[in-house]
């Protein structure tokens, strides 16, 4: 079945680091990407979505490419900040006739970033 | 903008108990979706409604479980007798045909004694 796997965390980065935070994927058909961000006592938020291949999503200075060669979805920020602290989490959808399906997810990485 | 409401934010109750989760969408949706969320497992569909009709209920864990759409402005899970390991935040989620896309709710943390 589909899944996703991202890397394990915790990340802890310096405030105005580079962060990558790497995600791939598996697939049966063509599906939608999506990163989400969950602050801390917080539900889920879309930070940014990519529905097909060699789309970029882009959000507060967060970026995705859809890399359907690699079968991969990497989040990037050029300089965090430390309200960038938060679980971000790589997720898939199917597409079913036009329409998205359920979300399957990674398991998360907690991402600190120290003053 | 989309938005969902879930109540209660925490429940904290003693196994055997009937537990029930409350979700209702603000704004414009077709299909609404139910989350778990626990350390060891991550984030799991439980059930999907397409139009008020479940669609997808292969992730509820067993009978203990039900879940309910009785119009498109509300939905609840229940899990009647509660035990321990149902401990976990329960999302509520859904899909605006709009943007194509998913939003949460804030969520409810059980707590099963």
């Known amino acids: 079945g589909d899944s996703v796997t991202q890397m394990e965390g915790p990340v802890t980065l310096s405030e105005e680091a580079f962060l990558t935070i790497n995600c791939t994927y598996t697939?049966?058909?063509?599906?939608?990407l999506f990163w989400y961000v969950q602050y801390p006592g917080e539900g889920l938020q879309l930070l940014l979505k990519a529905t097909k291949a060699d789309d970029k999503g882009s959000n507060k200075g967060f970026e995705a490419t859809y890399r359907k060669e690699t079968t991969s979805f990497h989040l990037e920020k050029g300089s965090v900040q430390v309200s960038d602290s938060a679980v971000y989490f790589c997720a898939l959808s199917e597409n079913y006739g036009g329409s998205q399906g359920n979300l399957i997810f990674g398991k998360g990485t907690k991402l600190s970033v120290k003053p | 903008d989309a938005g969902v409401i879930q109540s209660p934010r925490h429940e904290v109750t003693e196994m055997g108990q009937e537990v029930t989760l409350r979700c209702k969408p603000i704004?414009?949706?077709?299909?609404l979706f139910w989350y778990r969320q626990t350390m060891m497992r991550g984030l799991e569909l439980l059930i999907y409604?397409?139009?008020?009709?479940?669609?997808?209920d292969s992730g509820m864990p067993e009978d203990r479980f039900s879940a309910k759409m009785p119009n498109a402005s509300f939905s609840t899970l229940k899990i009647q007798p509660s035990e321990p390991r149902d401990s976990a935040v329960y999302f509520c989620a859904i899909l605006s045909p709009y943007t194509d896309t998913q939003y949460f709710g804030p969520g409810t943390r059980l707590t099963v004694l």
């Open positions: 704004s414009g949706h077709n299909s």
């Open positions: 409604f397409n139009n008020n009709v479940p669609i997808d």
């Open positions: 697939a049966t058909g063509y599906p939608s």
